[in-house]
């Protein structure tokens, strides 16, 4: 087994810290060791307090493992104080330990300190340069470099200043920055960009330790830096998109939602995991009132490219591929060319019924019906990021559909429709009301949904409208759509 050392703080809290640190080993199947540099008392809310060890019991600690067990890879984190940071550095030189992660912690997710300010001199003298990698986040680099940073430039000539230190390499956590959460590795040549998607969750705390112990767990594994990087941004992605808002504050991540798969050398959500979190995926439809889903046989012999670029044109916020009749190949093809319009517009592109699809096409999402795959099975085959979205006729199956993994619910028929032979009868407004209030992810009402009774749908409480007739039957295309919206908007 590969063996990896933790050289940090305790959380109390266990969501930071050596905690943090001896899960996400785990999760990697690598065997953790830990020598505690100080006691923290903190829960979600912040940091009460903490004790320093002695250094010379850090050292002891430090002799005692690496005499004895050896360890393939070593990370720090809280140090707390100069004498420790000296400690460590003399220590890791006698053991000729090559494999150092060192993260720069200096304060909290909550702002409290958890180094001495006069210890920064000895981080940057004595430690950073026996680091193979150090991963400060943005405010970290900020005062081991001296500078502020706002943006890309700034990130660069931080990272030089930092490399300039003495470290192998230095890796900026971009995640404080906004939009896409990008990290930026420099390794005294060329700066290399991460990109995940951004998680907006307030359950954070750890997640600097959580990273660097994932990286030092992969260097212990025998990757280089640069897939260590990767591999370490998909655990952290995974933890935070299903991290569980325990305690008051800033809760922890679930070091539990991925592991690392040694057969594959890639993160997996772990088996059995709950349905990813999908608040994600939700919120990408927000806005997004007019859903409109192609019907070839009712388009009046105009190709379903034409329609959609119409609908998009008046304003559809999502667009559906909904071809009962065709082959796997005219889907596939006609889907890539609809996701591609899709994108250019700003709408999303959901395909009906077909999984395989979706995901050849890379669509934003699929939809499923009572009759479809199983909305577990189906979140576990397209992933946690990609909308799914679910048919429901009951308050009970949008319920279901919510608790295992569904983004939105389709309600309906909310009317009488001819388009679909097999949709039962009208299920009313009532019931959709019933529906919206029972779960939190958006509802669209579908069926027999026209100008005149759209407005009645989203009274009921609906996030949106889902046609087809209305919109692809429409002599003009362009012009229902933009007068569904404009209706929406509370328009007449
Ligand atoms: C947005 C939206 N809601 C409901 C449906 C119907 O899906 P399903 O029940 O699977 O029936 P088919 O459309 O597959 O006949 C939908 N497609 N879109
Ligand atoms: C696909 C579907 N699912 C429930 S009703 C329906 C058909 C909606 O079509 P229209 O908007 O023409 O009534
Ligand atoms: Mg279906």
């Known amino acids: 087994m590969k063996k990896v050392l933790t ?70 984190g809280m140090l707390a104080n100069a004498d420790i940071i000296c400690e460590v550095a003399e220590k890791i030189r006698e053991f000729k330990h090559e494999n150092l992660v060192v993260d720069p912690v200096m304060v909290a ?50 990272a030089q200043i930092i490399y300039g230190w003495g470290p192998k390499g230095v890796i900026i956590k971009g995640g404080h920055l906004s939009g896409e959460a990008i990290d930026y590795y420099y390794d005294g ?67 539990l939602a991925g592991y690392f798969d ?25 806005g997004r009132k007019l859903y409109v889903i192609t019907g070839q046989e009712f388009a009046k012999g105009r190709p379903v490219t034409e329609v959609v670029s119409q609908a998009l044109a008046g304003g559809a916020g999502i667009i559906q591929l909904r071809e009962k009749k065709w082959t796997t190949r005219q889907l596939v093809e006609v889907g890539r060319e609809l996701q591609r319009l899709a994108r250019e517009n700003n709408a999303l592109f959901i395909v009906n019924d077909r999984i395989d699809v979706a995901l050849a096409v890379d669509a934003d999402g699929v939809h499923l019906g009572q009759d479809d795959m199983p909305v577990r099975m189906a979140r576990r085959v397209i992933g946690p990021d990609m909308i799914l979205g679910i048919s429901a006729e009951t308050v009970e199956e949008a319920l279901t559909a919510e608790k295992e993994g569904a983004d939105y619910i389709g309600f309906g028929p909310v009317f009488h429709t001819d388009t ?34 759209a407005a009645e749908v989203l009274s009921a409480g609906a996030d949106g409208v889902a046609v087809i007739t209305a919109v692809v039957g429409a002599d003009d295309i362009t012009l229902a759509a933009q007068k569904f919206i404009h209706i929406m908007e509370g328009g007449r």
Not at 266 to 285: D, Q, W, Y
Not at 428 to 451: C, H, N, R, T, W
């Open 7 to 76: 050289i940090a703080g305790s959380d109390s809290g266990g969501g930071a810290g050596i905690q943090a640190d001896l899960k996400t080993f785990s999760a990697f199947g690598v065997y953790g060791m830990s020598v505690i540099t100080a006691v923290t008392s903190q829960n979600t809310l912040g940091v009460s307090g903490f004790r320093a060890m002695p250094a010379e019991f850090v050292g002891q600690q430090m002799s005692d493992v690496l005499s004895d067990i050896g360890a393939d890879a070593t990370k720090t």
């Open 109 to 158: 997710t909550s702002g409290d300190r958890l180094m001495e300010p006069e210890a920064e001199k000895a981080l940057k003298d004595k430690l950073l340069p026996l680091a193979l990698v150090v991963t400060p986040n943005i405010a970290e680099a900020e005062v081991l470099s001296g500078i502020r940073i706002a943006n890309r430039e700034d990130v660069e000539k931080a």
């Open 189 to 255: 040549k060329e700066i290399y960009e991460y990109r995940s998607p951004r998680v907006d969750t307030k359950n954070t705390h750890g997640t600097g330790c959580t990273f660097s112990a994932a990286l030092a767990a992969c260097l212990a594994l025998g990757m280089p830096l640069k897939k260590a990087i990767p591999i370490a941004k998909d655990y952290l992605y995974l933890a935070l998109l299903n991290a569980d808002s325990l305690g008051a504050g800033h809760g922890p991540t679930n070091h």
């Open 262 to 286: 040694h057969s594959t050398k890639a993160i997996r959500p772990a088996k059995g995991l709950p349905a990813a979190k999908t608040e994600n995926n939700s919120r990408k439809l927000t």
């Open 420 to 453: 679909k032979p097999d949709a039962g009868t009208a299920r009313g407004l009532e019931l959709l009301a019933q529906v919206k209030k029972a779960v939190s992810i958006p509802v669209y009402g579908i069926g027999g949904i026209k100008l005149d009774n």
